[in-house]
């Protein structure tokens, strides 16, 4: 659909010799031409390294059968992700001229497998959004619609995948954010189960949330990708220690699959089409579909707000003008911490600054931080008896399809709430992903959202890839 | 508040609670791999995660662990199998992170206690705990730097209970807990360079009253006398106060080490709200019990180095110093002798070496640690500025033991050898001290000691025996007090 071919396609025809990476980068370097100036998907491009390597790659073989490799694959990187040598901006002034003096353990992986990384994508400051508006680099436009957002805050990766900017990218996913802006361009958004990705070099937002994950063409090539960056790393202690299970994309389901119906996020739905779109391929293929209630998913944007901006607080207090990005110096410590925090963050950082730090302070902390905490822990509960029944959850991705540019840009609550089906899974810690239902609604694509119990990534891709090709 | 009292009816009560932090003695920092090496340039011993840069995790240090779990063991506090690690917030430039990661809730030990030598008395230690140093900044008149190198540097916190009542108290109490520490491996505890940090906690209260006072917290303590300085201070203010019938407000003072005064640093209604939090970036940290028994094995009896007359040093083993005392008062040795032995490493390997040479005990304290100790404090030199090896003070022992050296000669030629690196035996013939054994000299010097003292001999022949020593001592002086008195004796009997 964007005119590029997948990473499994184009990984096949480089070994075939069938195709060059240069090729691929021109394909990609003329979408940007074409696109970029309005989409405003990437805030760094490194065209001529991408050339470059891509010579390479073409000068040298492309070893066939190893997987997983992605020599000469075109990549794009949400620029949260550090990349040595190159600026990590998190779209925000206050990161302005910082350079990263080291690879993400994600970018680690990928550089020694292969790819090529094309650039560095926009998102909503500091990935706290869910339209990539808050960007301190402007807006991203859905190359869908462009009079749409893309949704975010991983909302450039998902934007130049969409236009052909690139043939896959990674995001990050605190609360959702690469699996709604995967549903809103009609994109594959796979968030795995919190440890199994490293966020060694992701900037952190909220840590006991953050995810990095793929977003992609197809789930194959988000199975490709999740292979190559995951595993334990011993430079982040939270990941697990197990490598991830072998996969097998036979694209059957296996024999007595249960689906359980998420009836919570069906019922507050307001638009039945999405709910339509979503439910179609399990109705046509046959799949036995179960209802299951969690109550709990109700609350549960309140609680991750209040987790997320908590540590939101913290996370970001190391932003103070002193060792590195915008320091705007003043007459006196205080009033350079004041004046380069104030000048350098957005509104929403901000906003997530204060009231994360009001739900930390003493006689505060336990109605706010400690309930939200206590809320997560019987969520999780919830799904483990949701599991009993059924092997995978399905659900909307997102409450809506892409809205309006500016739509919400007034009214942080609505934009809160676009967070309602995603957020749970990731309070949960649970893999979780978006593949984009068959109808449109309205012309825009919706979301499909399967989540399976932890750890259980490679059996939800695997499932994933078998409801995509119904 | 009754204020008719008059500053003579009422007798006050301290009480001190006292936080030590620690520096851990590992080779790297405690959440990064970076050397600990706070003497370096500035800011060489950094890396992305130590100056807190975007992205960065945590990774726990394992050897800092095992000495953190050392003290607490030495201590005697129970171990949580499970502890967790907490961020606490506050701005400051030598504060990359912007939050502390220590532990809050759940310690890596707590409920321990350590007793005051001399004193008998046991003082509650509350919690020990783990975490990372902040940076070091220097202020100029213009501008301030800040040294990253200390950033991360692995500390142990140990918190007692408010159970310490006098100066004389935590006195020993910091004493006695340095030198466990240091004993232990666990830190080098040099309280100049900020390894053993003391922040006391004091409130007074008069005699009998149950409830505690208002407290004043010290920082900025970096030697013992600072400490105690400091603590009284603390004490003649606040009862200066409560005489004057004033409140009590609960503050943080700096010790002013120039100006030997408190400086408030902050009071309670200004202060930090630190916003502890779980720490998101690092799983709780769990202590296996076979580690615990693994760490207890290294904690050697004092007994089994001491009949083998070497000391342990290998890493693995240590003997807690309160052990060690009283092995050595079982083995008769004087309080203050086992002092030095217990405090002072340097004098304790000497001492054990004078053992391994079959010097006796008894021996090796008086040559040791009254005299040439002695010779040294006159001196004013250290043990290391003393060159005298062991074997040489094996030699003069000898020499003495044989019969070859007086006492008075042993310590003429003791005082000659210390700074000059000459043999005993050498400068004792240069000096011409060697005992005078000689038959025929010694007699010669008695027949003439008895023929000036004939009203002396008179009276021992009728039986006054104890007068021998007189004649003992003459016979000496004439020798210049190189003779064997046991032998002159023997002469004099015999003539008389």
Not at chain 2, 235 to 256: C, F, H, K, P, S
Not at chain 2, 407 to 419: N, S, T, Y
């Amino acid at each position: 659909m964007n005119g590029l071919p997948t990473i499994a396609e184009l990984a096949f025809a480089l070994d075939q010799g069938d195709a060059k990476a240069v090729e691929v980068i021109a394909e990609i370097r003329k979408n940007i031409e074409t696109h970029e100036s309005d989409v405003n998907a990437y805030v760094n491009l490194y065209q001529n390294e991408a050339t470059a390597q891509a010579k390479e790659a073409d000068a040298g073989e492309y070893p066939a059968g190893k997987t997983p490799d992605l020599t000469g694959i075109p990549i794009a990187i949400k620029d949260n992700i550090c990349v040595r040598g190159w600026p990590c901006t998190c779209a925000s002034r206050i990161l302005n001229g910082f350079l990263s003096p080291y690879d993400a353990t994600v970018v680690k992986r990928l550089k020694a497998a292969g790819a090529i990384i094309v650039g560095k994508t926009n998102l909503d400051e500091f990935a706290m959004g869910a339209s990539s508006e808050t960007s301190a680099c402007g807006p991203v436009k859905n190359p869908l619609d462009m009079e749409r957002v893309p949704g975010g805050s991983s909302g450039g990766s998902a934007a130049a995948v969409a236009y052909g900017g690139a043939v896959a990218a990674l995001g990050s996913d605190t609360g959702g954010s690469v699996r709604q802006p995967a549903a809103f361009c009609g994109l594959v958004g796979f968030r795995p189960s919190y440890g199994r990705i490293s966020r060694y070099g992701l900037v952190a937002f909220a840590s006991s949330l953050d995810q990095v994950g793929p977003i992609t063409q197809t789930v194959e090539d988000a199975a490709i990708l999740y292979s190559v960056i995951a595993g334990p790393d011993p430079d982040d202690s939270t990941t697990y220690p197990q490598e991830p299970e072998e996969m097998d994309l036979t694209g059957q389901i296996p024999r007595g699959t249960k689906v359980g119906v998420m009836k919570e996020c069906f019922t507050d739905l307001q638009d039945r089409r999405i709910a339509d779109a979503v439910m179609r391929p399990f109705a046509d293929a046959g799949i036995e579909l179960v209802e299951v209630s969690l109550p709990l998913v109700r609350l549960s944007v309140a609680a991750y707000h209040l987790l997320a901006m908590s540590e939101v607080s913290s996370n970001l207090a190391r932003y103070d003008g002193i060792r590195y990005g915008r320091r705007v110096e003043k007459l006196g410590l205080k009033d350079t911490y004041f004046t380069s925090r104030g000048q350098g963050f957005g509104d929403e950082v901000k906003r997530r600054i204060l009231i994360g730090t009001f739900g930390l302070s003493e006689g505060y902390i336990d109605a706010y931080y400690n309930t939200a905490l206590r809320y997560r822990a019987a969520l999780a509960t919830q799904y483990e008896a949701a599991f009993e029944k059924a092997d995978f959850l399905l659900s909307p991705t997102a409450p809506t399809t892409a809205f309006k540019l500016g739509e919400r840009t007034n009214d942080p609550l609505a934009m809160y709430l676009s967070d309602v089906f995603t957020a749970p899974a990731a309070l949960a810690a649970l893999p979780c992903i978006s593949i984009p239902a068959k109808d449109t609604v309205d012309g825009l694509p919706a979301g499909i959202q399967l989540t399976a119990p932890r750890w259980k990534d490679s059996q939800l891709l695997e499932f994933a890839h078998a409801v995509e090709q119904i | 508040m009754p204020s008719s009292k008059s500053e003579h009816d009422t007798s006050y009560e301290v009480v001190i609670g006292i936080e030590v932090h620690t520096q851990l003695a590992t080779r790297s920092k405690m959440f990064c791999r970076c050397a600990v090496d706070t003497d370096a340039e500035p800011n060489t011993r950094v890396c992305p995660i130590c100056l807190g840069l975007p992205g960065v995790l945590p990774q726990t240090n394992d050897a800092a662990i095992t000495l953190g779990i050392k003290a607490a063991l030495a201590l005697g506090c129970e171990v949580n199998l499970e502890s967790r690690w907490a961020r606490k917030h506050y701005f400051s430039p030598d504060l990359p992170k912007g939050y502390q990661i220590t532990q809050y809730d759940y310690p890596l030990a707590e409920h321990g206690e350590l007793e005051l030598p001399g004193l008998g008395k046991k003082i509650r230690i509350r919690r020990v705990h783990l975490e990372e140093d902040a940076g070091k900044l220097t202020h100029g008149s213009k501008e301030t730097l800040v040294d990253f190198n200390r950033c991360g540097v692995p500390l142990a916190e140990i918190v007692s209970e408010p159970d310490i009542r006098s100066v004389e108290e935590a006195d020993a109490y910091l004493k006695e807990l340095r030198l466990i520490l240091k004993a232990l491996g666990v830190s080098d505890a040099e309280m100049e360079r900020g390894h053993f940090r003391c922040e006391p906690n004091i409130s007074v209260r008069p005699v009998g009253q149950k409830e505690l006072g208002v407290r004043s917290e010290i920082k900025n303590l970096n030697s013992f006398k600072a400490v105690r300085e400091g603590i009284e201070r603390a004490m003649a203010d606040q009862i200066a106060w409560l005489e004057q019938g004033r409140e009590i407000v609960q503050t943080t003072y700096l010790w002013d080490e120039k100006a030997r005064e408190l400086r408030p640093m902050r009071v309670k209604e200004t202060s930090a709200d630190y916003r502890y939090f779980p720490e998101p970036d690092l799983p709780p940290l769990i202590v296996k019990e076979t580690e615990i028994e693994e760490i207890k094995k290294g904690f050697t009896r004092a007994s089994v180095t001491v009949s083998q007359g070497t000391t342990v040093t290998g890493s693995h083993r240590f003997i807690l110093p309160a052990e060690k005392r009283k092995e050595w008062l079982d083995k008769g040795l004087k309080k203050q002798y086992v002092e030095i032995l217990v405090t002072e490493p340097e004098w304790e390997r000497y001492f054990m070496q004078l053992l391994n040479k079959e010097v006796s005990i008894k021996e090796a304290s008086t040559w040791l640690l009254n005299e040439a100790r002695g010779v040294m404090a006159e001196r004013k030199e250290t043990l290391s500025q003393f060159k005298v090896p062991v074997k040489e003070m094996t030699t003069l022992i000898g020499l003495l033991r044989d019969g070859k050296l007086t006492r008075p000669g042993a310590k003429e030629l003791l005082a000659a050898m210390a700074g000059q690196g000459k043999g005993a035996r050498e400068l004792m013939e240069e000096m011409d001290l060697g005992a005078v054994s000689d038959e025929g000299l010694l007699q010669e010097a008695a027949k003439k000691v008895l023929a000036q003292n004939p009203d002396v001999c008179q009276k021992y022949r009728k039986g006054k025996t104890g007068v021998i020593g007189f004649l003992v001592g003459q016979c000496m002086s004439q020798m210049r007090g190189k003779a064997d008195p046991n032998a002159v004796r023997r002469t004099l009997e015999k003539l008389l």
